[in-house]
């Protein structure tokens, strides 16, 4: 089974450390926005720190749970749990997402 990842925008610098933490964002397939607070090599292979520019592309690795039609599109439920225990700050780690948010890894 291929893995999958889900497109986020780094929006920001949060911490200095081994690895770098940052702050990603993605708005759902219901239009809400959730934040996850990640190391740096969990979510990009760029060596991000505080000088870099932001925001950058990133990609959050998930799982699919189920796709499910949503009037005339496509929602695809996605697990972040795994492979990688990520939540957002909210302590959510399963998400409605436009089947486009996704790419396989």
């Not at 780094?10 to 702050?23: A, L």
């Not at 939540?87 to 997402?97: K, L, P, Y």
Request: charged letters at 25%.
């Amino acid at each position: 089974m291929p893995m999958i990842g889900l497109r986020v925008e780094i929006n920001r610098f949060v911490e200095e450390g081994q690895p770098n933490v940052v702050e990603c964002l993605f708005i759902d397939g219901h239009g809400k926005k959730h934040s996850i607070i990640e190391k740096v090599p969990v979510v990009s292979s760029e060596d991000l720190n505080a000088d870099s520019s932001y925001p950058r592309a990133g990609i959050i690795a998930c799982q699919v749970v189920q796709r499910k039609k949503h009037g005339d599109s496509e929602i695809v439920e996605i697990d972040t749990e795994i492979p990688w225990h990520i939540e957002s700050i909210a302590g959510q780690n399963c998400f409605d997402v436009l089947p486009e948010q996704l790419i396989e890894l």
